[in-house]
């Protein structure tokens, strides 16, 4: 992450978190390529009962579930790295269009927070530093969120000795 620092540091923790995706690309083209053939023939069908609007009208539904998936792919673009040593933790997000913030704290300051409910485990991670707080990872389930607050306690516990 910061490759002009000259004094050699230990890493405690590398995280690179991104937003899983289940459908992979051939699956997407298999699922519109189903979708778009049962909507042409339904729609054909319809054309011959005198209900020609109707063919249109798949068409469409066909473009717009076409159009939500792209806009999906698009959105899992996006990433967040961790990176903690034993003097500094910085967290980076990258948007879905490149955008990027990046923030540096001392891991002796930082206060790592969890919010949890019964039903679905660990719900949100925080980190904050100097009354600034940072939600981590918001994107994952609460599982990978539960695990992320662990090996981000552990390596702040061996930072902050």
Same mark, same amino acid.
């Given at each position: 992450?910061?490759?002009?620092?000259?004094?050699?540091?230990?890493?405690?923790?590398?995280?690179?978190?991104?937003?899983?995706?289940?459908?992979?690309?051939?699956?997407?083209?298999?699922?519109?390529?189903?979708?778009?053939?049962?909507?042409?023939?339904?729609?054909?069908?319809?054309?011959?009962?005198?209900?020609?609007?109707?063919?249109?009208?798949?068409?469409?539904?066909?473009?717009?579930?076409?159009?939500?998936?792209?806009?999906?792919?698009?959105?899992?673009?996006?990433? $967040?790295?961790?990176? *903690? &040593? @034993? #003097?500094? %933790?910085?967290? /980076? !997000? +990258?948007?879905?269009?490149?955008? =990027?913030?990046?923030?540096?704290?001392?891991?002796?300051?930082?206060?790592?927070?969890?919010?949890?409910? $019964?039903?679905?485990? *660990? &719900? @949100? #991670?925080? %980190?904050?530093? /100097? !009354? +600034?707080?940072?939600?981590?990872? =918001?994107?994952?389930?609460?599982?990978?969120?539960?695990?992320?607050?662990?090996?981000?306690?552990?390596?702040?516990?061996?930072?902050?000795?």
């Amino acid at each position: 992450m910061n490759a002009s620092n000259p004094i050699p540091e230990t890493m405690l923790l590398y995280e690179r978190l991104s937003p899983h995706r289940s459908l992979s690309p051939k699956g997407f083209a298999i699922l519109m390529g189903i979708l778009g053939g049962a909507s042409f023939v339904l729609g054909i069908a319809f054309l011959l009962m005198g209900a020609w609007p109707v063919f249109g009208f798949l068409g469409l539904d066909v473009l717009l579930v076409y159009l939500a998936f792209r806009a999906n792919y698009r959105a899992a673009k996006a990433f $967040e790295e961790i990176l *903690v &040593t @034993r #003097v500094r %933790l910085v967290w /980076r !997000r +990258v948007s879905s269009r490149g955008d =990027a913030r990046e923030d540096i704290m001392n891991p002796r300051w930082v206060r790592l927070e969890t919010t949890s409910d $019964e039903l679905s485990g *660990v &719900t @949100r #991670v925080t %980190l904050t530093e /100097r !009354r +600034v707080t940072r939600v981590i990872g =918001a994107f994952l389930p609460p599982m990978h969120k539960e695990k992320l607050a662990k090996s981000l306690a552990s390596a702040l516990a061996t930072a902050k000795r």
